[in-house]
């Protein structure tokens, strides 16, 4: 291949070696500084070279253009999803918080009806507390009215005790 590479160039300038100069023993290259296998070094025409590096760019170029739009398009494609989802999961931590909401709601209504229970018990409580009140008022006074019975009654006893007890006559 190499060799129909060089036939197909134009023929060889002056300052270029001819083909059969072209190959070199490694006998004839200075010593390397790292050990490495025997083998025959061949140097190749710098034409030769730029037209096969055409070529094999020529061939692979379009397939690497086409494969990076693709890769550019999945990566807009994967942003436009990433996006989206950040948008999806934005909502879903809406409707959560409105759930919340809803429970907190619910839960207010429901402390609400234990307040208004509760209030109901107390203003009942008080009702009874101010008709024990009056009653208890009630019967204090009874006591008082009749212990002021019983201390008149007495003193009336006593009166009528004292007009019974013999008097002695006067002389006079």
Same mark, same amino acid.
């Given at each position: +291949?190499?060799?129909?590479?060089?036939?197909?160039?134009?023929?060889?300038?002056?300052?270029?070696?001819?083909?059969?100069?072209?190959?070199?023993?490694?006998?004839?290259?200075?010593?390397?500084?790292?050990?490495?296998? +025997?083998?025959?070094?061949? $140097? $190749?025409? /710098?034409?030769?070279?730029?037209?096969?590096?055409?070529?094999?760019?020529?061939?692979?170029?379009?397939?690497?253009?086409?494969?990076?739009?693709?890769?550019?398009?999945?990566?807009?494609?994967? %942003?436009?999803?990433?996006?989206?989802?950040?948008?999806? %999961?934005?909502?879903?931590?809406?409707?959560?918080?409105?759930?919340?909401?809803?429970?907190?709601?619910?839960?207010?209504? %429901?402390?609400?009806?234990?307040?208004?229970?509760?209030?109901?018990? +107390? +203003?009942?409580?008080?009702?009874?507390?101010?008709?024990?009140? /009056?009653?208890?008022?009630?019967?204090?006074?009874?006591?008082?009215?009749?212990?002021?019975?019983?201390?008149?009654?007495?003193?009336?006893?006593?009166?009528?005790?004292?007009?019974? $007890?013999?008097?002695?006559?006067?002389?006079?």
């Amino acid at each position: +291949m190499e060799e129909e590479a060089r036939e197909n160039d134009s023929p060889p300038s002056q300052s270029e070696p001819p083909c059969n100069d072209l190959k070199q023993t490694f006998s004839d290259l200075p010593p390397p500084d790292e050990p490495f296998a +025997m083998e025959e070094v061949v $140097i $190749i025409n /710098k034409k030769a070279v730029d037209k096969l590096t055409e070529g094999l760019l020529a061939h692979y170029l379009p397939d690497l253009h086409n494969s990076k739009l693709a890769l550019q398009e999945l990566t807009q494609n994967q %942003v436009v999803l990433l996006d989206t989802l950040d948008q999806e %999961v934005t909502k879903f931590r809406e409707c959560n918080g409105l759930l919340d909401l809803n429970s907190l709601f619910t839960e207010a209504k %429901v402390y609400r009806n234990k307040l208004v229970d509760i209030r109901k018990e +107390m +203003m009942m409580l008080h009702e009874k507390t101010t008709k024990l009140k /009056k009653r208890a008022l009630k019967l204090q006074q009874q006591k008082q009215k009749e212990a002021l019975e019983k201390e008149q009654q007495r003193e009336k006893e006593l009166e009528r005790e004292r007009q019974l $007890i013999a008097k002695p006559a006067r002389r006079t």
